[in-house]
């Protein structure tokens, strides 16, 4: 379940801000001071709001140590930095009047009620679930470095029953991770994109997956490490990555076997060095866009 963006946008302007998105679009613009910048519904700073102070008008009529009271009732931490951009962030922002503000956060704190609903359903769903993944052909996964039981659980309600496969890329196709083809006859043209036609909680749950074994497990850092430096984003290094996983996670579950752990010094040793230069391209990457954006203010 996901809340309405848009009424979210309309009522609390500016407040929601992937800032490195808007710097991209926007080269030439200062950048705002949002609340949050990312995972919006998943953050104290905003969910405060949405669940006990949804009109933004109700805010700006409070002092300051009403803020922090309404704070540090509900997460138990607020302070000066909280004040700053909760001002920064009233001294930029274009309210819609009163009188339309106010059904609005009605309708906004009701929807946040049945995300969080939802959202606990979701977490009580995950600790049911995690004694049973060793039930199944899964409990081979999450002793994958990087991997839990959730992860396991992920991977398996995207599959279902591994047998209705009998090769990985058609888990991967299956997915929505198989490039578009255009074309008739034995030889089809790739166009390159994905097609996205498999369940997308399923595909992101295999990109977080490879991610974070990625940053874990040294054979998958390398896959990840060897695109990006052949020119791929950190993105597409990642599907890279996914597309060795996957193939890894099927092969346990189909044959039933334990995790063997391939990595060795050598490789980790690798691995420790080339993430480490990764990492520092990431830096001065960040770094000229920054150098960027300051040359654009001052223009």
């Not at 379940?1 to 302007?13: F, I, V």
């Not at 705002?32 to 949804?54: I, K, N, S």
């Not at 609005?104 to 939802?118: E, I, P, S, T, V």
Request: charged share 25%; aromatic share 8%; proline share 9%.
């Amino acid at each position: 379940m996901a809340l309405n963006n848009p009424q979210l946008d309309r009522l609390w302007p500016g407040a929601v801000v992937n800032l490195n998105q808007f710097t991209q679009a926007h080269p030439d613009l200062p950048q705002p001071t949002p609340l949050v910048e990312t995972r919006p519904f998943q953050r104290d700073r905003l969910r405060v709001l949405l669940a006990h102070c949804p009109n933004p008008h109700d805010l700006l009529a409070m002092s300051d140590p009403q803020m922090l009271d309404l704070y540090r009732s509900h997460v138990g931490r607020a302070g000066p930095a909280l004040l700053r951009d909760l001002h920064t962030w009233a001294n930029h922002a274009v309210l819609l009047p009163p009188d339309v503000a106010d059904p609005l956060a009605d309708q906004l704190q009701r929807l946040f009620l049945q995300y969080a609903a939802a959202e606990t359903l979701v977490t009580d769903g995950h600790a049911r679930l995690a004694p049973l993944i060793h039930l199944t052909p899964a409990r081979h996964l999450p002793p994958i470095p990087g991997l839990g039981d959730m992860d396991a659980a992920a991977y398996l309600a995207g599959v279902g029953s591994i047998r209705r496969f009998q090769h990985p890329a058609q888990v991967w196709a299956f997915a929505g991770y198989d490039p578009i083809s255009d074309g008739t006859g034995d030889r089809p043209e790739r166009i390159g994109r994905l097609s996205k036609h498999g369940d997308p909680a399923f595909r992101d749950a295999l990109f977080q997956m490879a991610y974070r074994v990625a940053l874990n497990y040294a054979p998958i850092s390398l896959t990840f490490l060897d695109a990006f430096e052949r020119g791929k984003c950190e993105v597409e290094a990642t599907i890279h990555a996914a597309h060795r996983l996957n193939r890894l996670c099927f092969h346990l579950m189909q044959y039933d076997e334990p995790f063997e752990n391939r990595s060795t010094p050598q490789l980790e040793t690798e691995k420790a060095r080339r993430w480490k230069e990764f990492k520092m391209h990431k830096q001065q990457r960040g770094s000229r866009r920054t150098r960027g954006r300051r040359r654009a203010q001052h223009r």
